[in-house]
């Protein structure tokens, strides 16, 4: 608790937040203006996607962004090295303040989306089932991504080094990784189908993407060929999961074992 309310006075002294919040609000009111003129029945699902399709490109690397510079001011602020002369180590500080990102992130962000649910009322007939699986698609992206952001804190150098390896990171799951199983695809069997689709849905935008197309109804599995039913060997759902729990545990030991120590030894 501890970290999380000192994570919280330092975003709101901060601008970082705000700022990305702000963003946030101001794509979603443009949706929904653009979206004013879609039937009152149907509109609602193409909104949701929509605004997936358009924040999906700001939350990945704002999240980097807030994650890489609140682990990367302990160390610039001196401070982590009064945290870690106590009875805690790097492991156990990444995850107190790891808990901290995500609840001051993740609070403003949950509770934006349930006013403007508030106003998606007014405009179209609503899927409360559908937009909380719109909710929760958000929020494993922004977990993912804070958790990498915070990686990218612990092992960089400099503000340099986060701007490069942020902008990285948010360009190999954007274009590099989908570029690179182009390449595989002509190879792709029946015999090999689940690993390439194991790798597929380690991008964390595709394993979300499609966990909320399908659980919104907007994708369906019906009639598929033989190939894409071995494809999709599971439930979306569970390539989330399995792609949540995955980048979570690779990040977190990452930040441990390529740790900066510069700046508080």
């Given at each position: 608790?501890?970290?999380?309310?000192?994570?919280?006075?330092?975003?709101?002294?901060?601008?970082?937040?705000?700022?990305?919040?702000?963003?946030?609000?101001?794509?979603?009111?443009?949706?929904?203006?653009?979206?004013?003129?879609?039937?009152?029945?149907?509109?609602?699902?193409?909104?949701?996607?929509?605004?997936?399709?358009?924040?999906?490109?700001?939350?990945?690397?704002?999240?980097?962004?807030?994650?890489?510079?609140?682990?990367?001011?302990?160390?610039?602020?001196?401070?982590?090295?009064?945290?870690?002369?106590?009875?805690?180590?790097?492991?156990?500080?990444?995850?107190?303040?790891?808990?901290?990102?995500?609840?001051?992130?993740?609070?403003?962000?949950?509770?934006?989306?349930?006013?403007?649910?508030?106003?998606?009322?007014?405009?179209?007939q609503l899927d409360i089932k559908g937009y909380f699986i719109f909710i929760a698609?958000?929020?494993?992206?922004?977990?993912?991504?804070?958790?990498?952001?915070?990686?990218?804190?612990?092992?960089?150098?400099?503000?340099?080094?986060?701007?490069?390896?942020?902008?990285?990171?948010?360009?190999?799951?954007?274009?590099?990784?989908?570029?690179?199983?182009?390449?595989?695809?002509?190879?792709?069997?029946?015999?090999?189908?689940?690993?390439?689709?194991?790798?597929?849905?380690?991008?964390?935008?595709?394993?979300?993407?499609?966990?909320?197309?399908?659980?919104?109804?907007?994708?369906?599995?019906?009639?598929?060929?033989?190939?894409?039913?071995?494809?999709?060997?599971?439930?979306?759902?569970?390539?989330?999961?399995?792609?949540?729990?995955?980048?979570?545990?690779?990040?977190?030991?990452?930040?441990?074992?390529?740790?900066?120590?510069?700046?508080?030894?």
């Open positions: 608790m501890h970290y999380i309310w000192k994570e919280w006075k330092e975003n709101i002294r901060g601008k970082g937040l705000w700022l990305s919040l702000s963003i946030i609000v101001l794509i979603s009111i443009a949706i929904l203006f653009r979206s004013s003129v879609l039937s009152f029945d149907k509109g609602f699902y193409v909104l949701l996607i929509n605004l997936f399709d358009t924040i999906i490109y700001f939350i990945p690397i704002l999240c980097l962004f807030i994650g890489a510079f609140s682990i990367f001011q302990e160390k610039e602020q001196k401070t982590l090295i009064m945290l870690l002369t106590k009875t805690d180590h790097f492991g156990s500080f990444l995850i107190k303040k790891s808990l901290g990102l995500y609840a001051v992130v993740l609070v403003p962000l949950i509770t934006w989306f349930f006013i403007y649910l508030l106003l998606l009322k007014f405009n179209f698609a958000i929020v494993c992206m922004s977990l993912v991504f804070l958790q990498m952001g915070a990686a990218i804190g612990s092992i960089s150098r400099s503000r340099m080094q986060i701007l490069g390896f942020t902008i990285f990171v948010w360009f190999y799951f954007f274009f590099l990784h989908d570029f690179i199983l182009l390449s595989f695809l002509p190879d792709v069997t029946h015999e090999n189908v689940k690993l390439f689709s194991s790798v597929y849905f380690l991008n964390p935008l595709q394993a979300v993407r499609m966990f909320l197309e399908t659980g919104t109804g907007v994708y369906s599995f019906g009639h598929m060929s033989r190939l894409l039913q071995a494809f999709m060997w599971t439930k979306p759902v569970f390539f989330l999961i399995g792609n949540l729990l995955f980048w979570l545990v690779i990040s977190f030991f990452t930040a441990i074992v390529f740790n900066r120590k510069e700046g508080y030894e």
